[in-house]
């Protein structure tokens, strides 16, 4: 049955949009230095800017329904072509008010397909050309034995990698070349064109190192309910000065003298004493001339210089101790109520607190600009903490939660989601890292982008390197930045090519948990309208990429990076398989969605045939 409209209804609605028209036309006026400043390829995507901006300045809910109700546009999807939205929606609703034109309607600088084509454009000038079949890219971070694995990057690139990321935070120059080598190797042999990003360690918050520990190493046994043993550990013992990266894979590895490994033979057993002075008894069952393999069917944990005897046939034929173990720190242990001492120093310990647990952190502007009563964020948020005093030199925090003991470790992030660091992006760090970035990396990741300033100053050190075309992504990863991000977005569109990647580990400690979901989206939507591709990052598939089977959630979540330009996956042991999976996941939904918009493909499902009466 046809809906009636009463012409009132219509003209109320035409006078509402061009009011939206004009609000979108005035903000464009208001910021017109913004589009002067924005590169040539960028003014068309910073005017749409500014009218998306005008656009949800507003609550406009109760116009969409309206809109909805009469079968039009409810603007809900106009993101990359505001103003042709706006237009498309007030011409139809002229037309039905039987209004008359002297003169043609003056076009949008943006419409429906150059809105789209722009953000296509600088994703493909970003990030390299879509593959076939799937408009999202993916992006993997490089585990360290990337650098000395041919195989691992060969076969990431192979499995769907789109962007090899290295993080900057994590080994070094020789390192990074290497993996890069590798990737150049596997583009070649390949035919494909997997770009480098290199992301900037940033001023990352984190935990400082913890000296209490132990030089130690520990194996485990496998066994069944009943406690039997059905998988018994594999000990290495290698002589102290022979490379063990040849060995076949073991649960642990001692250093030991020579001359016991000489003497040792297959059937021989090898007794040494545990940290609590209990003896453990290896049998050895490989040889060769600088290690020997053994089994053991207990459990332990050995310290450096724990005393060993090689047994043969019962009787001793050599001694000897343990070399030296790597060393494994012992965490702090919180419990909610306990009070923990923050240090600037890493070797203060106060008299005052001596007796409650100390550690450091890595940023000494913390002690400045931190204040009573703020709350804090350790390990990704798993510890929650607020502050009670804050020193020039410390800074005491009770601990709120988890309500159970947690484990507090060295290198673990800190958030302080209210306290302005009032620091720059980039470290003196980062400045050298960028000489390296400049000469080998096709796009440049900025960590922790907090203000715009951040991207002028990243700019910057480009044009000095001569670098001024290098692509660039701005991780947004802080309550300041999400704060920011419109301005962040503006001063972004000075260069290209430009992307955005919603760094959802910190951001979601920032910001609160309960609120991720609404402001990815958000982000999504910013970024759409600016014609900036977005990287969906973060513990995607990251249970997959670790233990080899997905949660179903988490399936779900990667699902959503449909709606991305790029999905950035971690590294794990798995991660070929994870590379596979999001690529199958990707093609399918790809055919389902397109950005935010449901694409009516045929569904299987609904071929239903009229299915006989039962019989009665």
């Known amino acids: 049955m046809p809906v009636r409209t009463s012409s009132t209804h219509i003209s109320s609605l035409l006078a509402e949009l061009k009011e939206l028209r004009e609000s979108c036309l005035a903000m464009e006026q208001e910021f017109g230095a913004s589009i002067a400043e924005a590169c040539p390829q960028s003014r068309r995507s910073v005017e749409n800017f500014l009218h998306y901006l005008a656009l949800r300045k507003q609550d406009l809910r109760d116009l969409q329904s309206r809109l909805a109700a009469l079968g039009l546009s409810s603007l809900g999807r106009s993101e990359s072509s505001v103003l042709a939205g706006l237009e498309a ?9 039987g209004a008359c034109f002297d003169s043609p309607r003056q076009s949008p600088s943006v419409d429906f397909t150059s809105g789209p084509a722009a953000l296509t454009e600088q994703a493909d000038h970003l990030l390299g050309p879509a593959p076939v079949g799937r408009a999202v890219r993916i992006m993997v971070t490089m585990p360290s034995e990337a650098a000395q694995s041919y195989e691992l990057v060969k076969n990431l690139v192979e499995a769907g990698m789109d ?9 070094s120059e020789i390192e990074w070349e290497r993996m890069i080598a590798h990737m150049h190797r596997a583009n070649q042999e390949s035919g494909k064109h997997c770009r480098v990003v290199m992301d900037l360690a940033g001023p990352k918050l984190r935990t400082g190192p913890i000296h209490r520990g132990h030089h130690v190493v520990r194996w485990r046994v496998g066994k069944d309910t009943r406690g039997d043993v059905i998988a018994p550990a ?34 021989d057993i090898i007794r040494v004493k545990n940290s609590e002075k209990k003896k453990r008894e290896l049998a050895v069952i490989e040889k060769s001339d600088h290690a020997c393999v053994c089994t053991c069917e207990q459990g332990a944990y050995i310290l450096s210089r724990a005393a060993l005897s090689l047994l043969r046939d019962g009787a001793k034929i050599a001694t000897g101790h ?8 012992e965490p702090l242990r919180l419990h909610a109520g306990d009070l923990l001492i923050l240090t600037r120093d890493e070797n203060a310990l106060l008299a005052k607190h001596r007796d409650l647990p100390h550690i450091s952190c890595t940023l000494p502007e913390v002690f400045s600009t931190a204040q009573t009563g703020q709350p804090i964020f350790f390990d990704d948020g798993k510890i929650e903490g607020r502050i009670r005093e804050v020193h020039p030199g410390h800074i005491v925090v009770e601990i709120l939660h988890p309500g159970s003991v947690a484990k507090l470790g060295s290198a673990k992030g800190i958030n302080l989601p209210k306290t302005d660091l009032g620091m720059g992006a980039i470290t003196a760090k980062d400045r050298r890292d960028l000489d390296f970035i400049a000469e080998h990396a096709d796009i440049v990741g900025l960590s922790f982008a907090h203000r715009p300033e951040d991207v002028l100053e990243l700019r910057h050190e480009l044009e000095a390197r001569g670098k001024s075309g290098l692509g660039v992504i701005l991780k947004i990863e802080s309550r300041q930045g999400f704060d920011q991000l419109p301005l962040i977005l503006l001063a972004a569109l000075r260069h290209h090519p430009v992307g955005i990647m919603v760094a959802r580990g910190d951001l979601a400690v920032e910001i609160g948990f309960e609120r991720l979901a609404e402001v990815q989206e958000e982000i999504l939507w910013l970024s759409e309208a600016a014609h900036i591709p977005v990287i969906w990052a973060t513990q995607v598939l990251e249970t997959l990429a670790k233990t080899g089977i997905p949660s179903r959630a988490e399936v779900t979540d990667a699902a959503m990076g449909v709606g991305a330009e790029c999905v950035m996956l971690n590294k794990g042991e798995h991660i070929v398989e994870a590379v596979r999976f999001l690529d199958h ?12 918009r449901s694409m009516l493909r045929r569904l299987a499902v609904a071929q239903v045939k009229h299915a006989a009466s039962p019989a009665p």
């Open 163 to 171: 962007v090899m990321r290295v993080n900057c935070a994590h080994d």
């Open 234 to 267: 594999r000990i290495a013992l290698v002589a102290r000065h022979y490379d063990a990266g040849s060995l076949p894979s073991v649960d642990a590895l001692l250093p030991v003298p020579e001359t016991l490994v000489r003497a040792a033979c297959p059937g």
């Open 585 to 596: 996941v990707l093609h399918a939904m790809q055919a389902h969605h397109l950005k935010k």
């Open 322 to 329: 343990v070399g030296e173990l790597p060393f494994v720190e």
């Open 89 to 97: 929606v007030i011409a139809i609703l002229e037309s039905l008010a």
